[in-house]
């Protein structure tokens, strides 16, 4: 569009002139967008747009910029501006620093400025022809007189007169202020004075800022500064920016143990997989700390550019999940366990149960249990597992050639198929229905229904008088009494009884000497080793483990002495069985006897440094 009326070239006629249209007009070429993106409809931008091969991601200061058409009201200001401002910058369109605004929120706000800026632009626009058509009504009144139809020039070349200069339009500059949907930022775009019109000042500004009420958050060094700035017109600037809310984060709860427990199997240095440990449960100790509250934080109010608050969400508080067997500490921030045993999370709530309930088998399923309560196993303990617990053991079906271990009584109700490799060790009582070919340490008493080549070490009394009540085959130490209807077989099968002591402590104390024996030759070695420095740390560690071995050793010691003269007070340790068949090897004390016939009644005890069968 071009505009060749002389009275457009003097609209603005207050600016320099330094650079050529052309120029001007390549320039904006240049940030144009190329047609075929456009459909053929020239777009004027500000700055350039690469077009990618590929749609990429759309830049942020792309999607803030607001791009109008050339035949925009907008645009056309502009050109006519440039018609004798050709210096002038290009035009500025961009809602910078709304980075908490959604891409959705953008197109919306860039939507309203479209509209306004459209109604500012249209109605200056409009503005000029009125003005210029008035002033060309005014020269004409006065230079043609009345009655004649005359041109003015030739009216006045009749009269003797020149010709009067037409007056200049004045047109002020224009500001026009944009402020967002939610009031949060307040922005500036001016259109430059027309004719003789007074350029911006500080109180047009002040005057705009006034009448749309913006009190909060205003630049006033970029105020101060914009009258004389060089891209003072068509420019669009951010003058005021409100304070925004700071909502309030709610409170959360911070565990300390897991919510949902998985099977996760244990891999060794070397990339094996161990099936048998699943880790699947939690044990948790008294006054542990289950969980705890981490304080909500307070929000900060808003203010928008018109001075109005916008009110804060205040963050909520968090509740401690507490289940059964659980407490709130006193200063109501953290969640402890009032007992030992096992840690769930179920309905919402934590909770300690000192009972790890197991609805099947002990198997590849549940993995090797490990718990610091009490353990009901509602079905069997397959071989190659092990249990483990600091409480009662409670096994509904049978132990196979698995290791057990309770920290209280070990109870199996369809007994125990050991292979020769079941460790079942309690301390406190053992109760089976049967127990074969494995090896018991029982810190109690032990009852059983039958026992078959067993190595049994008892600290109790080994009961053994229910069902057919038979010991056959094996070893069997107690530290104080051995009560079963029968012991040995007709076959004579060879039976190993042992009364007094303290079998457990005395076969650790075995397994400690057969350690220390160990070291000792171990250390041996080393000494006639050439000297190093792996020698003198490797003989280090051998003296510091001897001497701890040996300080155990004689603790053991001292334990059993005690233990022998409190049984002597008690009138010592005794056997008592209906039948016993030859074969049975009986040791009390120092004193061993084997017995060749078959006898019954049995009572036999120490008498004098002899057992005697009474």
């Given at each position: ?37 456009q ?11 690469p ?18 058409p ?24 961009r ?5 908490d ?24 626009l ?6 210029l ?47 967002t ?20 000042d500080?109180?047009?500004?002040d ?5 749309h ?5 205003l ?11 060089p891209?003072?017109?068509f ?24 919510r ?8 060794d ?17 008294k ?50 366990a ?10 919402k ?40 617990t ?52 029982s810190?109690?008493?032990?009852q ?10 008892c ?19 107690a530290?104080?009494r ?42 041996e ?13 490797r003989?280090?560690k ?6 701890i ?17 409190r ?29 060749t ?5 049995v ?5 004098d ?5 009474l």
């Amino acid at each position: 569009m071009e505009f060749k009326n002389p009275f457009w070239n003097r609209l603005f006629s207050s600016f320099s002139k330094e650079s050529s249209k052309e120029q001007v007009q390549s320039d904006t070429e240049e940030q144009r967008v190329p047609e075929e993106s456009q459909a053929g409809e020239g777009h004027l931008v500000t700055e350039e747009q690469p077009v990618p091969d590929a749609p990429p991601v759309v830049p942020r200061d792309v999607l803030s910029q607001l791009v109008l058409p050339l035949e925009h009201p907008f645009i056309l200001l502009y050109e006519l501006w440039t018609e004798e401002n050709e210096d002038a910058p290009l035009p500025h369109l961009r809602l910078e620093n709304l980075e908490d605004h959604s891409e959705e929120a953008m197109e919306r706000e860039l939507a309203r400025l479209r509209k306004e800026i459209t109604a500012a632009a249209t109605s200056r626009l409009e503005e000029i022809p009125e003005k210029l058509e008035e002033d060309v009504q005014t020269v004409e009144e006065k230079t043609v007189p009345e009655g004649e139809d005359a041109g003015p020039s030739e009216a006045l070349e009749e009269e003797g007169q020149e010709e009067p200069e037409v007056l200049p339009i004045a047109m002020d500059a224009l500001p026009m202020m944009y402020v967002t949907s939610d009031s949060m930022a307040a922005w500036l775009v001016v259109f430059p004075p027309v004719g003789q019109g007074r350029p911006l000042d500080r109180s047009m500004l002040d005057e705009v800022i006034k009448k749309h009420n913006i009190t909060y958050g205003l630049d006033t060094k970029l105020i101060d500064s914009l009258p004389d700035a060089p891209d003072r017109y068509f420019h669009l600037f951010m003058i005021a920016k409100g304070q925004p809310v700071i909502h309030g984060k709610d409170g959360y709860v911070e565990d300390f143990f897991k919510r949902s427990v998985k099977q996760k199997f244990a891999e060794d240095e070397h990339g094996r997989i161990d099936y048998f440990h699943l880790n699947l449960v939690q044990n948790i100790e008294k006054d542990d700390v289950i969980c705890q509250i981490v304080p909500p934080v307070e929000g900060i109010p808003g203010r928008t550019v018109l001075d109005q608050e916008i009110p804060c969400k205040p963050g909520k508080e968090a509740r401690l999940p507490k289940g059964r067997n659980t407490v709130i500490s006193e200063d109501g921030l953290k969640l402890l366990a009032m007992k030992s045993g096992r840690l769930e999370f179920s309905d919402k709530v934590f909770k300690v149960k000192s009972v790890l309930e197991i609805s099947g088998n002990v198997d590849f399923s549940t993995g090797n249990i490990n718990f610091v309560g009490d353990v009901h196993i509602h079905g069997d303990v397959s071989g190659g597992f092990s249990v483990k617990t600091v409480g009662d053991i409670t096994v509904d079906g049978v132990v196979e050639a698995a290791e057990m271990e309770a920290g209280g009584d070990l109870i199996v109700a369809k007994g125990i198929l050991g292979d020769s490799r079941a460790v079942i060790r309690a301390h406190h009582d053992i109760y089976a229905k049967y127990i074969e070919n494995c090896t018991v340490h029982s810190r109690g008493n032990l009852q059983t229904d039958c026992m078959v080549n067993c190595n049994v070490y008892c600290d109790g009394e080994v009961h053994i008088r229910t069902g057919r009540g038979i010991i056959v085959g094996g070893r069997i130490s107690a530290a104080q009494r051995i009560d079963a209807k029968i012991i040995g077989s007709k076959s004579e099968s060879v039976t190993y009884i042992t009364l007094g002591g303290q079998p457990c402590a005395n076969y650790e104390r075995a397994i400690l000497e057969e350690e220390i024996r160990t070291m000792e030759a171990e250390l041996e070695k080393i000494e006639r080793q050439p000297d190093s420095p792996a020698k003198a740390q490797r003989m280090g560690k051998l003296r510091l483990d001897l001497s701890i071995g040996r300080m155990k050793l004689g603790q053991f010691d001292k334990e059993l002495k005690k233990l022998k003269e409190r049984l002597d007070a008690q009138g010592g340790c005794k056997l008592k069985c209906d039948i016993a068949y030859p074969g049975m090897v009986l040791t009390i004390g120092e004193a061993t006897m084997h017995l060749t016939k078959e006898t019954s009644s049995v009572n036999a005890r120490m008498f004098d440094g002899e057992i005697l069968l009474l």
